[in-house]
């Protein structure tokens, strides 16, 4: 079974291409600037040559904060794009897996979201998300969109590296502790989509279409995220920072963010059976490949 992953430097398509033989899987992967969401006709030329079973596309503009003064750029990879990989699937006749975010909702939830709750995005990024799931449905009934949150990895930009960065070079970091969502693993969430990848493929039941909250299990903060982090890394011998639960009034950011954005994964769980690790674990698993002890250090 051939897989073609749109997007190739990103922190979810590097483990697509990473576990892929694990799975018995052949993942293709290709980004910019060969396969440019801004130009389909390359991603029209990628699909044409790997001939895939399915299609993901794990490519997007992801600077939230930049998007804010980029908002053309961002709809026209976000929206546009991820719907012209979506018709570009359709005419090819074959299924698509879309990444979304928990950005498309406006966090006044108190209780975890579920798939069919309204959207109402705070931020340009959001939206123009929600524009590209729109996008994806219109064009393609064979479609899983998984809305997904707070991504980290050993490779890529993201949370758990800035902390680790920021906390060798102060003494003290504020981390706001008044924004709630669920830290998920790229490595997991690669997993679970080359997991579910043959029912995809089979498709046998069209009930499988349509959208999936799948997050790392549990929620907390990004102070209670950044707490984690350091106790990981303190006990792999790093010197860790003084942590400061702060207010999101106290960080201003370009771009507004939920205050509560947990996903229901139960949809997820009970069409496929599994669901994702507890975060606390998989970042464990991370943090072992950023921070290997050394074999000395094992010893003592
Ligand atoms: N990161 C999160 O916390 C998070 C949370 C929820 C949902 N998501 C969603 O998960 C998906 C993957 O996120 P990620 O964190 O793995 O992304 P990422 O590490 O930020 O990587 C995004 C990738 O998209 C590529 N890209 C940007 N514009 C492109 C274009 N015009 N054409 C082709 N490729 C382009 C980038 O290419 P370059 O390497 O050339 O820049 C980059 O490799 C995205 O749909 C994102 O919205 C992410």
Redesign the pocket.
């Known amino acids: 079974m051939k897989i073609a992953v ?9 483990y697509l291409q990473v576990r892929g033989r694990a799975h018995g899987l052949s993942v293709f992967s290709a ?3 060969e ?5 389909p006709q ?1 991603v029209g030329e990628f699909l044409d040559r790997v001939e895939p079973d399915l299609v993901v ?7 939230v904060d930049k998007a804010e003064n980029d908002s053309e ?1 961002a709809f ?3 929206a546009t ?2 719907g012209e990989v979506a018709r570009l699937c359709s005419q090819i006749n074959r299924p698509l897996v ?6 498309v909702f406006d966090g006044s939830s108190r209780t975890p979201y579920v798939e069919t709750d309204a959207v109402l995005p705070l931020s340009v ?1 959001g939206a123009s ?1 929600a524009a ?1 799931e729109m996008a994806v449905r219109r064009a393609l009934v064979e479609n899983i969109i ?8 050993a ?5 758990v590296k800035t902390m680790l960065r920021l906390g060798a070079e102060r003494p003290e970091l504020g981390v706001v502790d008044d924004q709630r969502g669920s830290p ?1 693993s ?1 490595l997991d ?1 690669a997993d679970a989509i080359l997991q579910i990848a043959p029912r995809l493929v089979a498709n046998s039941d069209a009930a499988l279409w349509g959208t999936y909250h799948l997050t790392g299990a549990t929620e907390t903060t990004w102070h209670g995220f950044a707490a984690e982090i350091f106790r990981q890394a303190s006990v792999r011998g790093a010197i860790v920072p003084r942590l400061k639960a702060i207010k999101t009034a106290e960080y201003p950011t370009p771009a507004r963010r939920p205050a509560y954005s947990g996903l229901d994964n139960t949809r997820f769980v009970s069409t496929f059976g599994f669901g994702l690790p507890d975060w606390r674990a998989s970042l464990a698993s991370c943090m072992s490949e950023l921070m290997p002890v050394s074999f000395t250090e094992k010893v003592a």
Request: hydrophobic fraction near 35%.
């Open positions: 749109i997007g190739s430097e990103g922190q979810i398509a590097h980004g910019r600037p396969v440019d969401l801004t130009r390359t596309n794990a490519a997007a503009y992801t600077a750029h026209l990879v976000n794009g991820a879309h990444i979304s975010t928990d950005y990024y998300k590209g998984i809305r997904t949150a707070w991504v980290y990895g490779h890529g930009g993201n949370f998920t790229a969430l």
